[in-house]
T-cell receptor, first 114, second 113 residues
Framework: DAGVIQSPRHEVTEMGQEVTLRCKPI?????LFWYRQTMMRGLELLIYFNNNVPIDDSGMPEDRFSAKMPNASFSTLKIQPSEPRDSAVYFCASREGRGVAEAFFGQGTRLTVV | AQSVTQLGSHVSVSEGALVLLRCNYS??????LFWYVQYPNQGLQLLLKYTSAATLVKGINGFEAEFKKSETSFHLTKPSAHMSDAAEYFCAVSVSSASKIIFGSGTRLSIRP
């Protein structure tokens, strides 16, 4: 397996624009996580899914953020409208749902909102 | 709810010296514990994980961690630091395979020649 795949790797957008980040988890993994990493706040869990169903979205900062998982092999994180304070690295990770399963991370998307 | 606290946002050691990165956890049930490493501009990768099979866990690149329930700690060590160990290290906790994984704030490890 190629691991967790995120796209794009870098995104620069203007304030007010819609941004969509994409993730393909490892095949067979039951759980998918979206994290945001910033210098000030570290690594924050935004939302996670189990079998394509959102389980906990309490970390989503506000209504401008939304996430979907239409099938087991694809998820999106959308920000609309984007603001400069959304600038961060966004990571997607996936995990099996049994045993002491670790999360496998993608390479991240570095988002810059100007 | 579970949480982890990493003491020291930045640790600097000389090449060849002992590395000790501290992690304390809080959990109402027996936790799953992990250490991850992040190199610049990369995602996180697993160093090691605690499975309850043994309190001393060996990971990749010569790192190991010891689970101490009485101290609620899971500190990461390496006997002899190498320049390539310079990175950010994260401790993480989960209460089951079905729950979220919560990360500490990270410790940046620098290695002096």
């Amino acid at each position: 397996d190629a691991g967790v795949i995120q796209s794009p790797r870098h995104e620069v957008t203007e304030m007010g624009q819609e941004v969509t980040l994409r993730c393909k988890p490892i095949s067979g993994h039951d759980y998918l996580f979206w994290y945001r990493q910033t210098m000030m706040r570290g690594l924050e869990l935004l939302i996670y899914f189990n079998n394509n169903v959102p389980i906990d979205d309490s970390g989503m900062p506000e209504d401008r953020f939304s996430a979907k998982m239409p099938n087991a092999s694809f998820s999106t994180l959308k920000i609309q409208p984007s603001e400069p304070r959304d600038s961060a690295v966004y990571f997607c990770a996936s995990r099996e749902g049994r045993g002491v399963a670790e999360a496998f991370f993608g390479q991240g998307t570095r988002l810059t909102v100007v | 709810a579970q949480s982890v606290t990493q003491l020291g946002s930045h640790v600097s050691v000389s090449e060849g010296a002992l590395v000790l990165l501290r992690c304390n956890y809080s959990s109402s049930v027996p936790p799953y514990l992990f250490w991850y490493v992040q190199y610049p501009n990369q995602g996180l990768q697993l160093l090691l994980k605690y499975t309850s099979a043994a309190t001393l866990v060996k990971g990749i690149n010569g790192f190991e961690a010891e689970f101490k329930k009485s101290e609620t700690s899971f500190h990461l060590t390496k006997p002899s630091a190498h320049m390539s160990d310079a990175a950010e290290y994260f401790c993480a906790v989960s209460v089951s395979s079905a729950s979220k994984i919560i990360f500490g704030s990270g410790t940046r490890l620098s290695i002096r020649p």
